[in-house]
T-cell receptor, first 113, second 114 residues
Framework: QKEVEQDPGPLSVPEGAIVSLNCTYS??????FMWYRQYSRKGPELLMY????GNKEDGRFTAQVDKSSKYISLFIRDSQPSDSATYLC?????????????FGKGTHLIIQP | DAGVIQSPRHEVTEMGQEVTLRCKPI?????LFWYRQTMMRGLELLIY????????DSGMPEDRFSAKMPNASFSTLKIQPSEPRDSAVYFC????????????FGDGTRLSIL
């Protein structure tokens, strides 16, 4: 079993829909959780960064962490065609950049105009 | 501000040749990471440095892989000899060690070993 599991998709939804992306993990030592967005032939770019359980909102994006269930989610409201990309969850034991990230394999998201 | 800069963007070479990938981190960042991305395995950490010193190289797949960071503004990842299974996209990332600071990624080097 991989440390981080993520459905690879593709996930196709119509413009304006609410998108839900999820990851599960097995290592209880993970404390910091991130979502990255990756466009084709580009590097991952950070969308959300959270610590411990709870919700964090930034514009149309909401990140949720449930450490008791080892489950994290990213919600995208009012989805736009420009949101079409691969979304990677990532997590780490230590804060900041002082540790390597463990990634899910990514979910390929397609927003249909 | 300039982001993480990687070169070359694309590399195609024959099996057995030496390959050198280069990375310039964001100025002032004290951590540098090398990752590899494949369809089968996703993004995996290879090695990372703190203040130019290698901290964890447990992700380096074989002795054919080596990485150096001779100064704060430059790092290399070398594969010698290269094999077709090394074909992947190699990413470099840098960060500050302060809590809450994310890793910033370059756009990667797409490596094809024939």
């Amino acid at each position: 079993q991989k440390e981080v599991e993520q459905d690879p998709g593709p996930l196709s939804v119509p413009e304006g829909a609410i998108v839900s992306l999820n990851c599960t993990y097995s290592n209880s030592a993970f404390q910091y959780f991130m979502w990255y967005r990756q466009y084709s032939r580009k590097g991952p770019e950070l969308l959300m960064y959270t610590y411990s359980s709870g919700n964090k909102e930034d514009g149309r994006f909401t990140a949720q962490v449930d450490k008791s269930s080892k489950y994290i989610s990213l919600f995208i409201r009012d989805s736009q065609p420009s949101d079409s990309a691969t979304y990677l969850c990532a997590m780490t034991r230590l804060g900041g950049g002082a540790d390597g990230l463990t990634f899910g394999k990514g979910t390929h998201l397609i927003i249909q105009p | 501000d300039a982001g993480v800069i990687q070169s070359p963007r694309h590399e195609v070479t024959e099996m057995g040749q030496e390959v050198t990938l280069r990375c310039k981190p964001i100025s002032g960042h004290d951590y540098l990471f090398w990752y590899r991305q494949t369809m089968m395995r996703g993004l995996e950490l290879l090695i990372y440095f703190n203040n130019n010193v290698p901290i964890d190289d447990s992700g380096m797949p074989e002795d054919r892989f080596s990485a150096k960071m001779p100064n704060a503004s430059f790092s290399t990842l070398k594969i010698q000899p290269s094999e077709p299974r090394d074909s992947a996209v190699y990413f470099c990332a840098s960060s500050l060690s302060a809590t809450g600071q994310p890793q910033h990624f370059g756009d990667g080097t797409r490596l094809s070993i024939l």
